[in-house]
């Protein structure tokens, strides 16, 4: 299944399309990029790992760009984008990583 992400704007209470976003894995010390994508009308990355990838343990990295988001609804966000580094352990199947994001703070978990 592999890894999915979903942004809502919650000072919006709605998704937040159109927002680039790109997955990351970290080999040797060393970022690769596996993946860039845009979320969808309800603020989805349904399979932002791509299919032809099988998840591995390690350390991973999504990039919102948030600032992207913001230009379009035409308002100034304190951050131009998020990051979220998080580790896949061993035998995992699917992450879910969702962003709750205001236009001056944000906030994430794992999801399922």
Known sequence: MGISTHILDTA???PAAGVPITLARMT???WSLLNDATTDADGRCKDLLPATQILQAGTYRVHFETAAYYNQHH?????????????V????????IPLLLTANGYTTYRGS
């Open 12 to 14: 919006l209470g709605r």
């Open 75 to 87: 308002f100034t966000g304190l951050y131009p984008y998020v990051e979220i580094v998080f580790t």
């Open 28 to 30: 040797n010390g060393v």
């Open 89 to 96: 352990l061993d035998g995992e199947k699917h992450y879910h």
